[in-house]
């Protein structure tokens, strides 16, 4: 009798707290459903913001099979493979390397960690500009240097010249979101117990292998996340392509949500744009899902 | 089951990243500003002005001042979108029947799409008793850039135009002219026609024109993709006998006009300063105001800022003249563009009182004493739409200071035989899906990736297909009475003879 009180008591508790936590839960639910539901509609309909009442006009599936034989679409896929690829390539292996040498103690950490999180902080719009003027071909301090160094006059069109100006987004990136990377490596360098590392030594480990055997496993599940992190933010690269090139010359550095948001917003074409939206969705999502059920998959082994 | 429901938990939080991502940071660029009269104590109505730039903010409140604001019992309050975003975010108000905007400025260019959205002008001003000195309006400016369907639905702004600006101190150079006379066998001199402009690029770029001891670069233009490359070859386009389509809507951007034109672009691609794909308005701008090319072809202000001594380094040596013309077919043509201009409506969807306060703001700013003084002294170089600015003696003053007397009075009748000749911006639906297709196509040629023809056919390819998705019925009734304000405006589109 005790036994099934306790039990029910237990129940109306639970009962209790779901009942506490369920608006909040709601408004979460309709925070993120809705908008995702109403633009999936959207993307079933010609919506044009420039054509009277195209936002009733049903379509069906046309703008998604539009989609996928839009050559400048699969252009902006590959334009955001090559500069996001090499960028989350060095941010991981630069923010690895910086993650190692400040989770050590030394005079004036907090100092370099401050000043390395700097551009981080800085917002894309500023950090464009500062980019503009670093990168312009005649005054730009980048190829004055360069020139000081080689003692001729170099002169790289960095932003101009479709084979380079990709390359400079990319330089761009790097330089903005390695201290991302870093913060987060970081947090899982400082999460493994010294003690580890003590009873490696104890043990006649060398340094590589400390890192190889100890760290590198430990820190995988975090550097999975911040692969993910920067993953998403690359697919929705944007800033830097709308603030300095606009996405040439030629369309060379036109990404996926610059070439979205230009149908969606710059073009009218809300129907188009928010199918586009909703492939990148399912894609991102699809990575999601893989990196998930691998993390969950190592966690449980 | 836990597993399963921190996969879904995940994939909704990702979802929510992903679809709020772009619109979050399309917004960074937008901001707000307000002026109010602080007399007395009445609550003021809020005027909301889309200003695009601050620049335009500035303008609007610097003639509509506190005494003025105070008895009308209204604030003014400034959005900045910037050009893209004022765009598609006034649109997609519009598109619900509603607007956060009291006046909006906005590119002529748009008015296609923005027709049905705007109160007509007359009946309003009307009501509103406002004096808006309708006759004093250049005709182009107010027959065309903002008229639409025999309906007046905005007042000008800004009357933007492309200028040839050149320092004289090169063009007058002794030695530059000896040099230029014994290569090519003629007087160097600002060039008239776009082969003309070519030539006297090369000649100048790697020459130390100025003697200051470095190498030069021959002119200065601005190809950023994004619509800039686009206005610098309507230019050429536009002096070759070009025209947007035929009646039919079939383009003829790809036509020998369009070819000529993309080519006479590619001579002078190694005549600019490196970074030229690349470069917007204020790299075209330092490059001829810093002395390092000859001659720019860009809008008026630049002139403007070329005489301001905390600016410029080459005060008071410049000069300004109209575009390039063209020999088509044995004739001379000069046809000028109008890229651009702003104009300032107000929303059908702001309340009837509103409506009439706006109308009231919108007549304080644009009065002809106005328009004149932000022509000729306004840092935020709002270029001249007035009949009565262009008449004005003031100009023969303006630079007589920085010790060019005669730059004011030229520079005024440049600007003025620029609207006379000048062929004015596409106006139809999708405007700037236009724009943008060709953009990418000329920016292509210009770095080599593909052949003028090619590149133009490409372009006329997919202006096709954006007519055919806006309607080719539609568009072609749009287009046509465009086309006929512009033939009714004695310009037509010239074909080249065999």
């Known amino acids: ?63 998604y099979v539009e989609a996928l034989q839009d050559k400048d679409f699969l252009n902006a896929v590959l334009t955001t493979l090559k500069i996001g690829a090499p960028a989350l390539f060095f941010e991981i292996i630069l923010g690895f390397g910086f993650a190692l040498i400040l989770n050590r103690k030394f005079k004036g950490r907090g100092l370099v960690l401050a000043l390395m999180v700097t551009p981080f902080m800085i917002a894309p719009g500023a950090a464009a500009l500062a980019w503009r003027l670093l990168f312009d071909s005649r005054y730009g301090p980048i190829n004055h240097i360069l020139s000081q160094i080689a003692g001729k006059n170099i002169v790289i069109d960095w932003l101009g010249a479709p084979n380079i100006a990709f390359k400079s987004l990319t330089i761009i990136d790097i330089w903005q979101t390695t201290p991302f990377v870093m913060l987060i490596i970081l947090a899982g360098l400082s999460s493994i117990s010294s003690d580890v590392y003590e009873a490696a030594k104890v043990d006649g480990a060398s340094r590589f292998q400390i890192f190889r055997d100890i760290t590198l496993p430990l820190v995988r599940p975090i550097l999975g996340v911040a692969v993910l992190f920067r993953t998403i933010d690359i697919i929705k690269m944007f800033d830097m392509c709308h603030a300095l090139t606009k996405g040439g010359p030629a369309g060379t550095t036109t ?3 610059y070439y979205i948001y230009k149908q969606g917003l710059a073009y009218s074409r809300v129907g188009y744009g928010a199918a586009l939206s909703f492939i990148t969705l399912l894609v991102v999502s699809a990575l999601v899902a893989i990196y998930i059920s691998r993390t969950m998959k190592g966690g449980s082994a | 089951m836990r597993k399963r429901i921190s996969l879904v938990l995940s994939l909704v939080m990702v979802m929510s990243l992903t679809a709020c991502g772009g619109t979050n940071t399309a917004e960074n660029g937008s901001a707000t500003s307000s002026a109010a009269g602080n007399g007395g104590s009445k609550e003021k109505i809020p005027i909301t002005i889309e200003a695009v730039a601050a620049g335009y903010g500035e303008v609007i409140s610097q003639y509509c001042d506190q005494d003025f604001l105070d008895d009308l019992g209204v604030e003014l309050v400034f959005t900045y979108s910037g050009t893209v975003d004022s765009y598609s975010k006034q649109m997609m108000e519009f598109s619900q029947g509603v607007s956060t905007y009291d006046i909006v400025l906005f590119e ?6 923005y027709a049905d959205h705007l109160e007509p002008i007359g009946p309003l001003a009307e009501k509103a008793g406002a004096d808006l000195a309708l006759d004093d309006i250049m005709e182009k400016y107010k027959s065309i850039y ?3 369907k025999g309906e007046q639905l905005a007042i000008p702004f800004d009357g933007d135009q492309f200028n040839l600006f050149y320092n004289t101190q090169a063009f007058s150079d002794e030695e530059n002219k000896a040099d230029f006379q014994s290569e090519y066998g003629r007087e160097l001199a600002p060039p ?8 006297v690029a090369q000649f100048f770029n790697g020459r130390d024109w100025d003697h200051d001891g470095t190498p030069e670069y021959g002119t200065s233009e601005a190809w950023l993709s994004g619509g800039f490359a686009y206005w610098w070859y309507m230019a050429r386009f536009v002096a070759y006998g070009g025209m947007y389509f035929d009646e039919d809507m079939n383009p003829l951007i790809n036509s020998e006009n369009g070819v000529a034109a993309l080519e006479n672009m590619l001579k002078i691609v190694d005549a600019t300063p490196p970074g030229t794909t690349g470069a917007g308005y204020t790299e075209c701008e330092a490059a001829f105001v810093n002395g390092d090319a000859p001659m720019c072809i860009c809008w008026n202000s630049v002139g403007k800022t070329a005489m301001n001594p905390d600016a410029s380094q080459i005060v008071p040596n410049v000069g300004i003249a109209l575009v390039p013309g063209a020999e088509v077919n044995g004739e001379f043509v000069q046809r000028p563009t109008l890229p651009t201009g702003w104009v300032a409506g107000i929303p059908k ?9 706006a109308m009231k703001v919108i007549e304080k700013f644009s009065q002809p004493d106005t328009a004149l003084d932000a022509a000729l002294y306004h840092p935020a170089c709002v270029d001249a739409w007035r009949t009565s600015t262009f008449e004005s003696d003031k100009w023969d003053t303006l630079f007589e200071e920085q010790g060019a007397p005669e730059l004011g009075g030229q520079m005024i009748k440049v600007m003025q035989e620029t609207i006379e000749k000048g062929l004015v911006d596409l106006q139809i639906s999708g405007t700037d899906e236009y724009i943008q297709a060709l953009d990418k196509e000329i920016s292509a040629a210009l770095t080599g990736q593909k052949e003028a023809k090619q590149a133009l056919d490409d372009a006329a390819k997919e202006w096709n297909n954006i007519t055919e998705r806006y309607g080719l019925e539609e568009q072609k009734e749009a287009w046509n009475m465009e086309y006929d304000s512009i033939k009714k405006d004695g310009i037509d589109y010239i074909p080249f003879e065999k």
């Not at chain 1, 009798?1 to 129940?11: A, E, G, P």
């Not at chain 1, 369920?22 to 908008?35: A, F, K, Q």
């Not at chain 1, 959207?42 to 913001?49: A, F, I, Q, R």
């Open chain 1, 1 to 63: 009798m005790k036994l099934k009180k306790k039990k029910s008591k237990r129940t109306s508790a639970k009962k209790k707290s779901y009942l506490l936590i369920s608006p909040m839960g709601i408004v979460s639910i309709l925070l993120t459903c809705l908008p995702i539901i109403y633009s999936f509609y959207v993307s079933m309909t010609e919506y044009n913001l420039t054509i009277p009442n195209s936002f009733q006009s049903i379509i069906g599936l046309k703008n």
């Open chain 1, 255 to 257: 990404t996926l949500s």
């Open chain 2, 108 to 113: 002529p260019a748009w008015l296609g799409d």
């Open chain 2, 146 to 148: 903002t008229t639409w």
């Open chain 2, 192 to 199: 008239k026609t776009w082969d003309e402009y070519a030539e």
């Open chain 2, 349 to 357: 969807y702001t309340s009837d009182e509103k409506k009439e306060l």
